[in-house]
Structure formats: structure tokens, C-alpha cells
């Protein structure tokens, strides 16, 4: 167990509103690294635009900040060049499911051994509360007045669907939880989602933290994630939300088919490098 000072900045100002669920969710993350005995040093993460996709910004840690939903496909590409080093993508659900949506997709096919995380507040924080791709049907903004029409997204319907290899939901309300699912998705072999429920205070007065709590419940001790069938039918329930592992199969991580690896499990930068080889590619193509 390391010193949850260790992942804090010297000098930092953190851009969240008092009482953002997202507080909660860097608390957890800093946890689940701590207890996993990984140095700030140890691990990347990756984001996009969005007020979640900030919470690298406020910690230590490596650090890649890319285009607005792109997240996970540039984390896949740094397992891709190392993996060995554990990967986080971190964003908002519109950053994810809507902005990322095609990658979001795409990913789940490829499994790389990457985490997910999602800050899913079910609006647009940043820019001051636009519908986002999970806003419930009738959700009052300020560019759609009358109420969303537009069906939302079910993220862990969508990836057990596709057979994302781990899906979990978390409850930023629950430090503990949040940890824990974190911990068991970064210990996973593939790519894990974890969608968390976060409220933001500022925007959305209809998913607050009463809502979310009022509208979850905890996986029964009973349940078996390795069902896909039982996976769905919790994925489809409209009146409480499930937290915790819904679904998990096992499947081939998709670094480690590519050529330069087979066995190797070593960052590409320590392989010894064969002018030869190049040569005779470059003759066996071109000339
Ligand atoms: C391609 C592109 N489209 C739109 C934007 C504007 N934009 C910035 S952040 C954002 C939404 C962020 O929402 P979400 O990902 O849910 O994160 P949150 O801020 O709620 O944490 C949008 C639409 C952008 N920066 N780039
Ligand atoms: S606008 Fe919402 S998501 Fe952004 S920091 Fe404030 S409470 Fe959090």
C-alpha cells in the first residue's frame, strides 16, 4: 500500500465544482493505484476533453491529453508500444459514448488490455450542460427546452453486447466500491469498462446524488458475471441500476497477437533493433 500523497501534484488547481461526483472518482483511482502498489510512475493515463477527462490534469501520474474522444484508441496504441505499463482512459459519457462513440465500438472488437473509465453524469459538464448520449428521454436543457427525443445510449447493454470482455458499473458516491471495481478491472486481462455513475451538481438537477442513490442497488453475492444472458437482462432494467461486475468472459488481448510479441511481454523500446532486417524489408518491397 503506497501514500495517497504520492499521486498529488506541488502545485495544482483543481477546476471542479464543490461537490462533483468526479472528486470521488480521482479519490478512487488514486486508491485502487495505491493498493496495487503502482507508482505514479507506473501507470498512463489517457484522456480527451470534458470536465472528467481533467482528472488527469489534477494528479501524478504519465499523462496523454488528446482530441475530444479519443481516449481509448490512444490508449490502446501505448499498450500497443509497451505492455507491460497499466492503461487508464479516462473521460465523460460524452466524451466516450458520444464524441468517442465509433471507438468506443472498435475497441470492444479489438480487447486490448486497457481500462475504461467513464464519468458518466448523464450531461455535457464542460460546456455547461448540453444533452450528452445518456440524458434520459424528456431532459430539459438549454438546447433542447422541450426535453430530449432522443434515445439513450445503454453503455452496458451496448458493450456486453459486442463482448467487451469486463463490464462493471460504479457508484462515485461509494469511494469503496469505485476502488474495488477499478482494482478488479485493471487486473483483468482485456478491455474493461467501468461506467460510473457521477453526479454533477452544476447541470443536472434531475440525476443527483439522491437520484443515483436512490436508483442503484448492489449485485447479489449469488450473481454470476460469466452469464451473458443474466449480463443483458440486468443491462436492460429501467427502475434501479446494478453496480458492480455485470458481465466478464475471457478472450485473446489483442497486443499480445501482434508480431513483435508472441511471447515477449516487453516494451518495444527494449527490443534490439536489426538494421538488416529493415534493409532487406525495404529491398523486398521496393526495389
Ligand atoms: C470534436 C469536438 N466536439 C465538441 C467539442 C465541445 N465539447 C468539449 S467537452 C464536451 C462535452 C463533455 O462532456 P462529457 O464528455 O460528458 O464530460 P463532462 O464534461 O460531463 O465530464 C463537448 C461537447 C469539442 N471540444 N470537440
Ligand atoms: S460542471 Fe458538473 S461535471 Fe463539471 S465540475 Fe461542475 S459538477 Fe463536475
Redesign the pocket.
Known amino acids: 500500500m503506497r501514500d495517497l500523497k504520492e499521486y498529488e501534484l506541488d502545485v495544482v488547481d483543481v477546476a471542479w465544482c464543490p461537490g462533483c461526483g468526479d472528486f470521488q472518482i480521482m479519490e478512487a483511482l488514486k486508491k485502487a493505484l495505491a493498493e496495487q502498489d503502482l507508482k505514479p510512475s507506473d501507470v498512463l493515463l489517457a484522456s480527451g ?5 481533467k482528472l488527469p490534469h489534477f494528479m501524478k501520474a504519465h499523462f496523454f491529453n488528446g482530441l ?1 474522444g479519443r481516449s481509448i484508441s490512444n490508449a490502446t496504441g501505448f499498450r500497443m508500444a509497451n505492455p507491460t505499463m497499466p492503461v487508464l482512459a479516462i ?5 466516450m459514448y458520444g ?1 468517442g462513440g465509433n471507438h468506443f465500438l472498435h475497441t470492444i472488437r479489438r480487447n486490448p488490455n486497457i481500462t475504461n473509465l467513464v ?1 458518466n ?1 448523464m ?5 455547461k450542460g448540453q444533452a ?1 448520449p445518456t440524458s434520459p428521454l424528456g431532459f430539459q436543457t438549454p438546447t433542447t427546452p422541450e426535453g430530449v427525443v432522443n434515445a439513450p445510449v445503454n453503455p452496458i447493454a451496448l458493450a456486453v453486447s459486442l463482448g467487451a470482455s469486463f463490464v462493471a458499473r460504479a457508484f462515485s458516491g461509494d469511494v469503496e466500491q469505485t476502488k474495488e471495481t477499478i482494482k478488479a478491472a485493471m487486473q483483468h486481462e482485456g478491455y474493461a469498462l467501468v461506467d460510473i455513475f457521477q453526479p ?1 451538481v452544476s447541470f443536472n438537477k434531475v440525476n443527483t446524488f439522491k437520484w443515483f442513490k436512490d436508483h442503484t442497488y448492489y449485485l447479489e453475492e449469488s450473481y454470476d458475471p460469466w452469464d451473458r444472458t443474466a449480463a443483458l437482462e440486468k443491462a436492460f432494467e429501467q427502475e434501479r441500476f446494478a453496480l458492480g461486475i455485470l458481465y466478464r468472459c475471457e478472450r485473446p488481448v489483442f497486443e499480445y497477437q501482434l508480431a513483435p510479441y508472441g511471447e515477449r511481454r516487453e516494451a518495444l523500446y527494449k527490443g534490439r533493433p536489426d538494421p538488416g532486417k529493415v534493409q532487406r524489408f525495404i529491398e523486398e518491397t521496393y526495389v
Open positions: 476533453i470534458g470536465q472528467a477527462a475530444h473521460g465523460g459519457d460524452g466524451d464524441e464519468h453524469n450531461v455535457y459538464g464542460l460546456t450528452s454533477c
